[in-house]
């Protein structure tokens, strides 16, 4: 069994007190426009807080390239300041962040993550990773399979299963026939529309 992962990740490059530009990567497959990714920012906190929501403009993707850079405006009077990355319209897509500490500091980046762990004859485990704080279980969050080199935003998985736990991290199970010597990839969803894909993992048997 061997494995190569992808993830998402949004990465601060230049912070003033009017302006942040940041960079981000995703998936590939991903339209961000047309899937309504976007990247907001929080102030006065480290880690998203989702009980707040969205309380800040967001900014767009302006193609459907899978990379790119943003330019949010604003008064970043306060810190440390958290900017998120959502693979689709809500706050329970948020699932990459980069937090800025201090003006002084280094970024800290935080990418989600998705790693099979396990695989059986009709079954495969995966265990997932997502920003502290966030209720996959809550936000519909769900696990799927696909044959093949990448997950699929538009071709329904060959197998999937709902996260049921309420905490950022955590591992989901899901029953599916495989044959050895194919390639197969599972994908983190992190919402209720398969479009939010946030990490993959990819399977070689």
Known sequence: MSELQTTTTVNVIQMSADQITATYLTLPGNQPVAY??????????????????????TATPSSNTQVGTLVMAGAFEITPTIVGWGVGPGIENVVATCSLPSPNDQPVVFEPELKITAVTTDSVICSYR????????????????????????????????????????????????????????????????????????????
């Open 130 to 205: 997502m920003p502290v704080g966030c209720d996959p279980g809550g936000y519909g969050h769900s696990v799927g399979l696909w044959p093949g080199l990448v997950a699929r935003y538009t071709t329904p998985p060959i197998a999937m299963t709902s996260v049921t736990g309420n905490s950022s991290e955590g591992s989901a199970v899901m029953s599916a026939q495989l044959e050895r010597g194919a390639t197969y990839t599972a994908g983190y969803i992190a919402g209720r529309e398969q479009t939010c894909l946030a990490a993959t993992a990819r399977l070689a048997l």
């Open 36 to 57: 309504g990714n976007f990247a907001t920012w929080w102030q006065g906190t480290q880690i998203v807080p989702w009980e707040q929501g969205i309380i800040n403009p």
